[in-house]
């Protein structure tokens, strides 16, 4: 279940020509920009952390996603092997600290994963989760890992599970005449709101575990890959902790 809420909850807070090679050379920040837009947060720290804006498909299970979607997924996955290529060497996702799963959820989109590398396919039109994705093709020159708070991620999940409650109930509601639909669009209202009070706690906590993580194992440049809601209190909390940051969003977010 927290596996496939990891895959919905970024929902709440025509695939054209990419370039694929920035010049050999190419500083970090124009780099980036042949996938993207980037934003200098912190020129110079101690560490380097390159922050992704993210969003996720709707659900655990894996099926074609939009061109939009597929478009963005290709931007992102170009960003992050060159960011591996030149030296990043963790990726810190939206998933409860620690390493990221090998069962249940997760296992099933390895599983796939993998099959469509040996097919040949195209992984960036598939709704596999991006960070196993990415243990899975960049291994072992990137270590990818969640970094949330355990206690702010639960809170999520249990809300998130709530709102899904209701969705199937309004589904299946057979005539039902109780709840109401006013009562349930109020419920739900109530949980958006408070899983949207998290938002910048979670950014902040993101940040702070993906740089003792980084301290931890001598890494002095990482990625974080969030939902672009977190994306602003990450990277106050980075530059604040002495880091130096770049903001990095794909084209194709938005579509």
């Known amino acids: 279940m927290r596996f496939a809420y990891l895959i919905i909850l970024l929902m709440l807070a025509g695939c054209g020509s990419i370039a694929s090679h920035p010049a050999p050379g190419t500083e970090l920040p124009d780099a980036l920009r042949t996938w993207g837009t980037t934003t200098v947060i912190e020129q110079k720290g101690s560490i380097d952390v390159v922050i992704i804006a ?94 949330e708070d355990p206690v702010l991620y639960a809170a999520d999940v249990k809300d998130l599970d709530a709102i899904l409650d209701i969705r199937d109930f309004r589904k299946h509601r057979e005539g039902q005449s109780t709840p109401t639909d006013s009562e349930l669009d109020r419920k739900e209202a109530a949980l958006k709101a408070r899983i949207r009070s998290h938002v910048d706690q979670r950014g902040r906590a993101a940040a702070r575990n993906l740089l003792e993580l980084a301290n931890a194992r001598g890494a002095t440049r990482v990625i974080l890959m969030l939902g672009a809601a977190h994306c602003g209190a990450a990277a106050g909390e980075c530059a604040a902790s002495g880091a130096a940051v770049t903001l990095f969003t794909p084209k194709s977010l938005r579509k």
Do not use: C, K
């Not at 990726?91 to 099959?115: K, N, V, Y």
């Open 54 to 147: 993210d969003r996720h498909s709707i659900g655990a299970g894996i099926g074609y996603v939009s061109e939009g979607h597929r478009a963005q997924q290709m931007e992102q996955a170009r960003a992050i092997e060159w960011l591996v290529n030149h030296g990043y060497t963790i990726l810190g996702s939206e998933f409860e600290l620690g390493p990221i799963p090998t069962d249940g959820a997760a296992a099933e989109h390895r599983t796939s994963i993998e099959s469509a590398i040996e097919e040949g396919d195209d992984l960036n039109r598939w709704s596999h989760f991006q960070p196993v994705r990415y243990a899975v093709t960049l291994a072992p020159r990137l270590a990818v890992w969640g970094v």
